[in-house]
Structures are given as structure tokens and as C-alpha cells.
């Protein structure tokens, strides 16, 4: 019943402040939105007994990504910068796009509600994970054993990343302006 | 009545016509790159759920891999709009149309 509880808080709340990221018109308004939407579906991790993820959706999205975020919006100080939604080419374009997600939700909810079960593969219920160490340890075991090589790319991939932002930062934008 | 996959899927779903919506509707390139990380996250919150439900963590070993390149994403993709907004001095993406043919 408490599980039943929080899910709707948490969800009502995501989708609230999701609503907030696309409908306000100020770059910090909506980014602080994106920052409570992220720490709400971290809770729903939490809920789905995937801790790890919640705790790194809270530290690497909530965190670090999105204080990348206000820190280019505010360095290029777009918060005076207006973005309405121009009637009536941009209203129409909203109101057929709000229509088809309706409709995409509403094919979801329909199909995700005709009592579906999946099979449980290797049997982890939480009860089993709990005994196995806890789903810290059982994640970590899966990144470091079988996806040891993914994980190591992953690592060159933001390496590469890092690499590539520095050289665009610091790149002359026009190579004419450097007389 | 605790919550089964199908109100996760459905959560899921509306989070992620939220952030296809914001993509498609909005005009600064900013809240266009903020509406794309929501539908991204919906999609891990899927995996999630069914990595809960099928009672495997494969799935959120896919989600750590999908938070990384989404940090690179993120550094490269703001990267990419101060190099822009340097040149032409506007994130509008109205404005921004020379690959328009």
C-alpha cells in the first residue's frame, strides 16, 4: 500500500515538473524543473529496487549534467531571451503534438494493461538480491565481469568526449578574425 | 494495488511525449537539448522497470551505460551550442538555418 503511495507522489510529481520543462518560458525555470523531474524518477528507481541507478541518476544526471546546464544558461545569459510560442504556426504545432502523445500514452496504457507477464530470467526478486549482497554489489559484479569491455569503452568514449569539448571550446570560431 | 509494469510503461510513455512535444515545439536550442535528456530519461525509467519486473539487472547495467553517453552527450552537445551562440550570437534555432536547403 505505501509502495502504491509513493509511486503516485513520485509519478504525479515527474510529470508535473516535466510539463514545467517544456511550458515555462525562462531557460533557469525549466532546467530547475528537468533538475526535480530527474530527482523524482531517481525515487521510482529507488521504488523499483534499483538502487545504484537512483544513486547515480542523483549524483552524474541531477547533478553534474544539469549543473552544466544552468552554468551554459547563465554564461550566456539567455534569461531575458523570450521564447513564446508564436501563434497560431506554433499552437497548432503544439496542439497536434499534445494529440499524438496522447494517443501514444493512451496505445501504451492499453497494451501494458492486457496482464502481461514477463518471465523472470535468472530469478533475482528483491528478496534474492538482498541475500546476494544487495543490488550495489550484484551491479557492480555485472559491470566488472561480463561488461567489463563495454565498460572500459565507456570510459575512452568520455575520454573522447572530453578531448573533443576542449578542442571546440577552444577552437577560433572564424579563422578571418585572428588578423 | 501496487504498481505493476504496465504503470511504469505508462509513465514512461507520457514522460517521453513530454520531451517529444518540448523537442518539437520549443525554439531555443537549450530547452530543445533539456526536452531531448527527458525523453532519454523516460526511456531508462523502461528499462528499469522491465529490468525490475523480469527480475534481471541487465537492464540497469544498460542504464549506467546509457547515463555515460549521455554525460559525453551533454559536454559535446553544449559544447557545440556555445561555439554557435559565439558566431551568431542567438540560440534560436529559427534563426539558425543555413543547413536549410
Known amino acids: 500500500m505505501s509502495a502504491a503511495i509513493a509511486f503516485w507522489i513520485l509519478a504525479i510529481g515527474a ?13 533557469i525555470t525549466s ?45 550566456l545569459d539567455l534569461g531575458q531571451v523570450q ?6 504556426e506554433g499552437l497548432v504545432k503544439a496542439a497536434v503534438m499534445g494529440l499524438l502523445g496522447i494517443a501514444f500514452v493512451v496505445m501504451v496504457a492499453k497494451s501494458a494493461h492486457l496482464g502481461i507477464t514477463i518471465p523472470s530470467t535468472s530469478g533475482l526478486t528483491p ?27 565507456a570510459g575512452v568514449l568520455l575520454v573522447v568526449a572530453l578531448v573533443g569539448t576542449v578542442v571546440m571550446a577552444k577552437r577560433e570560431v572564424d579563422p578571418r578574425r585572428r588578423k | 494495488m501496487t504498481p505493476d509494469l504496465g504503470h511504469y510503461l505508462t509513465l ?19 530547452i530543445i537539448f533539456m526536452s531531448v535528456e527527458l525523453m532519454l530519461n523516460a526511456s531508462h525509467l523502461a528499462l528499469v522497470a522491465f529490468s525490475r519486473f523480469r527480475e534481471s539487472l541487465d537492464g540497469q547495467v544498460l542504464v549506467f551505460f546509457g547515463m555515460t553517453v549521455a554525460a559525453a552527450e551533454v559536454a559535446v552537445g553544449l ?6 551562440y559565439r558566431s551568431r550570437k542567438t540560440v ?6 543555413q543547413l536549410h536547403g
Open chain 2, 12 to 30: 514512461s510513455a507520457m514522460l517521453f511525449a513530454i520531451g517529444a512535444t518540448g523537442v518539437l515545439v520549443r525554439r531555443n536550442a537549450l
Open chain 1, 127 to 153: 528478496a534474492n538480491v538482498a541475500r546476494a549482497g544487495g543490488n550495489t554489489r550484484l551491479v557492480g559484479e555485472l559491470l566488472f565481469g561480463p561488461y567489463l569491455l563495454p565498460f572500459e569503452i
Open chain 2, 79 to 84: 559544447a557545440i551550442i556555445i561555439a554557435v
Open chain 1, 83 to 88: 521564447d513564446r510560442i508564436g501563434p497560431p
Open chain 1, 31 to 75: 532546467a530547475l524543473n528537468l533538475v526535480l523531474s530527474l530527482c523524482f524518477v531517481a525515487g521510482l528507481y529507488a521504488l523499483l529496487e534499483a538502487h545504484f541507478v537512483a544513486a547515480i541518476q542523483v549524483t552524474v544526471y541531477a547533478g553534474a549534467i544539469m549543473v552544466l546546464f544552468t552554468f551554459v544558461i547563465m554564461l
Open chain 2, 92 to 97: 534560436n534555432i529559427d534563426e539558425l538555418r
Open chain 1, 15 to 27: 510529470v508535473s515538473t516535466a510539463l514545467g520543462v517544456v511550458l515555462m518560458r525562462n531557460p
